[in-house]
Every structure is written in C-alpha cells, then in structure tokens.
C-alpha cells in the first residue's frame, strides 16, 4: 500500500511539473499615465490548461477580471488559463487601470488584475525585481532595467527579454520577431540602388593627389554607407543580461518535460503491473 501511495504522489508531481506558465511580456514604461496603463503577461506554453488561482504576483494574489477607474471589475472570466493562452495582469484597488481602453488587447486574453493598487510596487523605468509565486514557493524570478524607449515593451524571445518590435507591445498576442529591426527594404533592381546608395564615398583626384603629396606615408580609409548602418542595426536588440533572469521551474521545464512526460508514462505502467502481481497473489491464496 506504501509503495502505490508513493508511486502516486510521483505521478502527480511529474504532472504539476510539465505544466508551465512563464511572464511573457513586460510593459514597464507606458507613453501614457503611467500609474495607470503598466501591465505583465503571463503565457501558458504547455498543452493543459492552468489554474491561476494557485498563483500569485510579488506576494499579492490575481484575482479574476480588471478594475476600470470607476473601481469596478469587469471581464471577469475566471482564472483558468488555457493552453497556449495569454493573461494581462493590471492594476487593482480603487483606482483601477485604462491598460484596456488605451492598448489594443486580444480578444481571448484572460483578464487578472492583482489584489493592490500597482503591480509589485509599481513598476519603475529604473528596474525592478518580479517575482510569480506558486503557493508557498517562488517559481519565478526575473528582473529588468531600463532598457527600451518609452512606449516598447520588453518581450521574451528565445530564452530572452528584448523590445517589441512594435509600440505598445502585443498585450495577449504572440510576441513580435523582436529579433530583427524594423526595416524598409525594396525588391528593386541591385544596380538602381547601387546608384542611390554608392559602397563607399568618392574622393576627387585633385584632393587624393594633393593628400598623396602632402603625406605619402598617410593612407586614408573612408567607411562605407553599408558598414556604417550595419553597425547602428547590430545595436538595436535590447538584451537583459542572462545574470538577471533567474527561473527556478519555467528554464527547467523546458529541457526536462519531454523527459518527464516518458516517466508519467513508465509510473503508470509500473502501478499497473503492481495492481496485475498483487491481484495473481490472491488468486494463488484464494485455490490454496
């Protein structure tokens, strides 16, 4: 009885660890009031859904729903976060958020707003320490810093928060490729724009040979335009260091739940052929 007690207890903990739900998107530096339109997403990434009831927001429980200026909730869709959804945390208390009125929020997103007036605090330009907590426990840990212009959110992408590629960030939607900058390039013919846009500055003979008679020693490099933009393009992700993203399950689970979903499956087979020997060991008592 000890040992199916025990196999069950690893089931259930394999189960509660595949499950995943990790902050996706921060808008810490809104270009209207800020005390009023700062908001975190959550993502679920795995294939179940996920209870957010058990969850909480630097210590301050979600709570269903978002609180107008008017102070009254509205939206108020539970906190059951399906697979593969998006959740917009906003402000609580009295005062409320205008996060819905100002930014063009999914229409599946679920609603949550946190159980005080500002999210950790308020969420500083200089950075701030997040926290998501699950029960007792801290399951996440992250902090920022003062990396995006006004009006960008910081967006995770492959293991990493960089800026949105688009202003007001994509609250309860897919993250923009913020890997690449934003760019306005033609399909025209190479040689046209080869004429627009020379590979390097052209220096007039009299002046290369009056500087080759000044100076013949002294050699002249002239950047080209191409170098010069790719240098400012190499420039614009915004990175946190990886020293400042500090998770505790949501990096693990990455690497480790396929692997756990085998083990789900092998305990299930073990309780089963446990029920099969203890079941043959009574029939052998029962004709004795």
Request: glycine share 6%; with cysteine.
């Amino acid at each position: 009885m000890k040992k199916l007690v025990l196999v069950f207890l690893l089931i259930l903990f394999l189960v509660n660890f595949v499950s995943a739900v990790r902050i996706n998107e921060i808008m810490y530096k809104p270009d209207f009031s800020q005390s009023y339109n700062e908001w975190i997403e959550l993502y679920n990434d795995e294939s179940e859904e996920i209870n957010l009831s058990e969850f909480s927001l630097c210590e301050k429980n979600l709570v269903a729903g978002y609180v107008n200026r008017q102070g009254e909730i509205q939206n108020d869709g539970g906190l059951i976060l399906g697979a593969g959804g998006f959740a917009l945390i906003t402000d609580g208390g009295s005062s409320g958020t205008e996060v819905y009125e100002n930014f063009d929020v999914g229409l599946e997103t679920l609603a949550i707003h946190v159980e005080s007036a500002t999210l950790c605090g308020g969420l500083t330009d200089a950075g701030k320490i997040l926290t998501l907590e699950k029960g007792d426990e801290t399951y996440e840990e992250l902090a920022y810093s003062d990396d995006v212009e006004k009006g960008y959110s910081l967006e995770f992408k492959e293991g990493k928060f960089l800026k949105s590629q688009n202003i007001h960030g994509t609250p309860g939607e897919e993250n923009s490729d913020s890997n690449l900058p934003e760019t306005n390039e033609s399909t025209s013919d190479p040689k046209e724009n080869s004429s627009n846009e020379p590979e390097e500055e052209v220096i007039s003979k009299e002046t290369s040979d009056e500087v080759e008679n000044s100076n013949k020693n002294q050699k002249i490099i002239v950047p080209s335009i191409k170098e010069t933009k790719e240098e400012e393009n190499l420039s614009l992700p915004i990175r946190l260091n990886p020293k400042d993203i500090k998770t505790q399950n949501s990096l693990q689970n990455e690497e480790k739940k396929d692997y756990s979903k085998y083990l789900f499956f092998i305990f299930c087979l073990v309780l089963l052929l446990l029920y099969i020997i203890k079941f043959r060991k009574r029939k052998n008592e029962w004709k004795t």
